[in-house]
């Protein structure tokens, strides 16, 4: 099995992969990791044969991936499998995943860590079903810290102690995401599923578009890198059904979307309730696919939360989108205005909501 990504592609490491992985693993320069350097390329080859051993399990403990980009491997990264309760204390008593990544010294600093983890953490809630995962670093790793901020985990202790294989004594960071990723929806014309970070092209597609972006929270992309981090962020959410849309016709994605809950006090919102948003690749509008897709997850949100009221805020001028509010039975509410994410621009608009009985 691979997994795609824009820029790599994940797949099982082989035992004709040791002397390049033995370039990361090997690397001298490594101070900070637990089971790292591999002081010789025995040590290394070694690694790589329990590895392949693993993936010929029928449930293997633990899944070693190596990160390709452009036909070399630049790194390696996996998902561990853990029964709590045979464990310590400190880990939750029920299945859970911890995830890790290495990159090359030269593939550094260019999102791939983020991009890798982001595939590990799908393929760990999507593949494997795991309920939540963990990721722990020394703290002075910032940047491998950042990645686990950038797909939307938090850190839950960060007192622990660590040392290194290097022999460095420190403090270490461990970190958390359950598993938020809602199932998959059909309405006539629609497949709605969760978002990937290989949908990071066709995400673009719109995104890139200033006409689609124009009364949108998010300012215009200005490339396709530009939706790593929201991509790589989804689903860490409780009560948040993002979606991406997907014609059912051509097995094209052509627009997101999704059900928010707010709490009271939360953006314009003076009570709990839930938020509606959208967007469409351009040549998709005026085809009353918004509405579709809306309803079809309104009907899940109803049918699994119970929702009782669903609000949206339109700029005066979107009467695309007025449009989209008032065939989901939505009326006037109040005036608002709101603020594009980076600060460029503030706009004049109307809520709509519904309340259901």
Known sequence: MQIKTSHLILRPIQADDAAQVHGYAGDPDITMMMFLPNDTFEETKEFVERSVAEWKKDSPEYYEFVIEHDGKIIGGCNVGVHDGNKM???????????????????????????????????????????????????????????????????????????????????????????????????????????????????????????????????????????????????????????????????????????????????????????????????????????????????DYGRRTYGIKTVAGTFALDNIGSRRVMEKLGMTYWKDSEYTKFDGSETFKAKTYRKDFL
């Open 88 to 298: 310590s204390a400190e880990f939750p008593k029920c299945i859970f995943g911890d995830i890790g990544w290495i990159l090359h010294k030269d593939f550094r600093g260019r999102g791939f860590a983020t991009e890798a983890a982001a595939a590990l953490k799908e393929f760990a809630f999507t593949k494997l079903n795991l309920p939540e995962i963990y990721a722990q670093c020394d703290s002075e790793n910032k940047a491998s810290f950042r990645v686990m901020q950038n797909i939307g985990m938090e850190l839950i202790d960060d007192k622990g102690k660590r040392v290194s294989k290097s022999g460095r004594s420190g403090i270490e960071y461990t970190c958390r995401i359950k598993n938020f990723y809602p199932p998959e929806l059909e309405s006539e014309r629609l497949v709605l599923r969760p978002l990937s970070i290989s949908d990071m092209n066709a995400v673009y597609k719109w995104t890139g578009d200033p006409e689609v972006a124009r009364f949108m929270l998010y300012s215009r992309y200005k490339s396709e890198a530009d939706g790593l981090l929201w991509l790589s962020g989804l689903y860490s959410k409780d009560k948040w059904l993002d979606y991406g849309f997907v014609l059912k016709e051509t097995g094209e994605l052509v627009g997101s979307g999704g059900l928010y809950f707010h709490r009271a006090g939360d953006v314009t919102y003076t009570e709990d309730m839930w938020g509606i948003g959208y967007n469409f690749r351009r040549d998709q509008w005026g085809k009353g696919l918004a509405s579709e897709a809306m309803k079809c997850i309104l």
